[in-house]
């Protein structure tokens, strides 16, 4: 019984000498705040958007930065993640992004009581590194469309689509590199988006 005993205090002290595996360092990368403003200076547009989320491609739901090599093969980067959930963070930014541009009242992510609200909901398509072939820099691949609407009940309920999409090369094969082409894809999709927006958009506070 007694030696039973030592060789199983043996192997429990074993065992925690032994190294443990490290779970890799894990880096968290963002993205600008694209300025959002009106084609024109004037006076905010006198109604609140209400920026939505719609579908948002399975792949890309989580928090870690997607890459796609080839037509098929999806995987994420290796200890590098954005600093929430995707579909989240966009919509944070676009938020911030109109917010910024000061061409609107009120942005927000819900309607607001007593006020003439806009929803603008966005679809995630796209929003990963591509990698075609071996030796090419790799690309930053940002599609999102978008349907603006107006809520209240009165009006007639028109519908304006919205849509864009940009690929940009990184400038190298790094980390830095690649979340540069995707700040500039972002902020050209989401100008886009902005201008699209705004062109639908009453200048004059609507009746209601």
């Not at 890799?24 to 609140?48: D, E």
């Not at 929430?84 to 911030?96: C, E, T």
């Not at 978008?146 to 980390?175: C, F, K, N, W, Y």
Request: with cysteine.
């Amino acid at each position: 019984m007694r030696l039973l005993i030592l060789l199983s205090l043996l192997f429990m002290t074993a065992a925690c000498s032994l190294p443990q595996a490290k779970a890799p360092a894990m880096t968290t990368y963002r993205l600008g705040v694209p300025t959002l403003a009106p084609p024109s200076s004037g006076s905010p547009r006198p109604l609140t958007l209400v920026v939505d989320l719609g579908y948002v491609a399975p792949e890309i739901q989580g928090q870690g930065i997607v890459i796609q090599q080839g037509d098929l093969r999806q995987d994420e980067v290796a200890g590098a993640r954005w600093p929430a959930p995707l579909p989240a963070y966009v919509k944070q930014q676009l938020i911030r992004g109109f917010v910024d541009g000061g061409g609107l009242r009120m942005v927000d992510d819900a309607p607001v009581a007593g006020a003439v609200n806009y929803r603008l909901r966005i679809t995630i398509l796209d929003f990963q590194i591509v990698e075609d072939a071996a030796g090419k820099p790799p690309r930053a691949h940002v599609r999102i469309q978008a349907v603006l609407q107006r809520l209240d009940e009165v009006a007639p309920h028109s519908e304006t689509a919205i849509g864009a999409e940009a690929l940009v090369p990184a400038e190298a094969r790094r980390m830095s590199a690649i979340i540069s082409a995707f700040d500039k894809a972002f902020a050209e999709v989401a100008e886009r988006i902005a201008q699209a927006t705004f062109s639908a958009l009453p200048a004059e506070l609507p009746s209601r």
